[in-house]
């Protein structure tokens, strides 16, 4: 049995964190934020590439790209899990906008596993309910803080992306196949613009964001970008 990729993952690293100290809330930033409204541009892949889930498929992956692969998927979920729920609770579209994004990054990472003949570990999973068990439990602890105020909600939506940014990052240096390469590229290209969605709206509401997984300059090159 493998080992958990999730361990090795910036996700991994935020609940390690978590679990050495309860002071989260320098993550979670004092803000209040205005009504955020016209986000309906934050999708930023092929969705009709992605949705056809044509990978070219070799034969075979090294463990740690299966891995790579399994854990994406679910991280996917989470964040498309994590911001229906926050729909629930604050009505605010931005993260009805913002999941729409993820059930397409969730696709495309389905069109891989499904291209690979690999096992899906959100099959048959109903929102908010995961494989990885570390996934489950932050999964619960974001939902609860973004309960709280709609600013600690949007600051839950703005760490998700820089998770899953670095994430990303990660499993591309990992050196996967060419077709899943341009798969973690689309979606990555995504969480920037996911970021850069939370992080403008709060800088028009006159709220500065300081990155609590990202490098300042990393960071500050995502923001600034286009």
């Known amino acids: ?18 679990g050495e100290t309860k002071k989260r809330s320098q993550i979670l930033h004092s ?25 070219t498929g070799e034969s075979t992956l090294q463990a740690g790209i299966e891995d790579g692969i399994a854990l994406l998927r679910e991280e996917e979920k989470l964040a498309r899990d ?31 596993i499904r291209s690979y003949g690999l096992d899906d570990p959100a099959e048959d999973r109903a929102r908010g309910e995961f494989l990885n068990p570390e996934l489950q439990g ?21 760490l998700i992306e820089e998770i899953d940014i670095l994430d990303l990052e990660a499993e591309l240096a990992e050196g996967p196949p060419g077709d899943v390469a341009a798969v973690y590229e689309n979606l990555l290209r995504g969480s920037r613009n996911h970021l850069r969605a939370f992080v403008g709206n709060l800088d028009t509401a006159g709220v500065e964001y300081t990155p ?8 500050d090159e995502i923001v600034e970008g286009d």
């Open 31 to 55: 803000a209040i934020i205005v009504a955020l409204l016209g986000m309906s541009g934050v999708a930023c892949y092929d969705e009709a590439w992605a949705e056809s889930g044509e990978t």
């Open 1 to 18: 049995k493998r080992r958990s990729k999730c361990r090795e993952s910036a996700l991994w690293r935020w609940i390690v964190e978590a």
């Open 138 to 158: 932050l999964y619960d602890e974001l939902v609860e803080r973004g309960s709280r105020s709609l600013t600690d909600a949007l600051s839950v939506g703005a």
């Open 212 to 219: 609590a997984q990202l490098e300042t300059s990393a960071f």
């Open 82 to 112: 994590v911001y229906l729920a926050l729909y629930d609770v604050w009505g605010h579209r931005t993260f009805d906008n913002i999941s729409q994004s993820e059930q397409r990054h969730m696709d495309a990472m389905f069109g891989v």
